[in-house]
């Protein structure tokens, strides 16, 4: 198909709506942005339109617009009144979450602070339910699963294996693996989110570049304070 035989026929004025149009789509109605390169420099109120999503445990997470990468992104910040003692903790779940990359561990995008000095980190954003409102669901029904349900359950629960493995592997461990902190999507896709309690085992600091010694550290006395045996040792 030759495309520019179609251009070739458009009078000049209705070329330039064209070109306008897309124009607007990339760069929006800001007179001052130029180039998607204007876009990228200017890092000024990168995150906005914020939408109150859920909270829970040590966060709260929010839908915003990345106007960097032009999507929707899911953002985790500390509730109000958090201490500064809480930052570590949770910036350290970002860090830990962000050495794995796998279709069953939820993605992590940025991490940064707000200007008050906030920590923050984003995430992909996706949409479903938690498996404990699907399993408190079909359990609501007065009937027994049918054979599809249960196949379908026995899939989720097969994706959460391959994600926790695949974490085992990189020397990570969840320490709150649940159904609340497992997303089930629209579409069949299962994610294993929430890895503040996660720790890194003392023999991954070989395979893990981007976990140092001092976070090593770290994550083992918690893993020790975790599971309640530090004043044995």
Known sequence: MNFSADFDDLPDKDLEKIFDAVDAELYGDDPEVKSLFDMIINDEDRYQDFEFLAKGGMKCIQKVFDTKLGRNVAMATLPAGAEYKEYDPFVREA??????????????????????????????????????????????????????????????F??????ISYAHSKGILHLDLKPSNVLV????????????????????????????????????????????IGDSI
Request: negative net charge; proline residues 4%.
């Open 95 to 156: 860090k830990i979450a962000a050495l794995m990359d796998h279709p069953n561990v939820i993605s992590i995008f940025d991490v940064g602070f707000d200007p008050q000095k906030r920590p923050y980190f984003t995430m992909e954003l996706r949409s479903g339910e938690e498996f404990d409102q699907q399993i408190t669901r079909l359990h609501s029904e007065s009937k027994p699963l049918s054979s599809r349900e249960l196949y379908s359950l026995l899939e989720i």
């Open 185 to 228: 999507g629209d579409y069949g896709n299962v994610v294993v989110c929430d890895w503040g309690l996660g720790a890194l085992t003392p023999n991954s600091g070989g395979e893990q570049k981007g976990a140092s010694r001092m976070d090593r550290a770290q994550v083992d006395l918690d893993l020790l304070q975790t599971l309640n």
């Open 158 to 163: 097969l994706k959460i294996c391959d994600g």
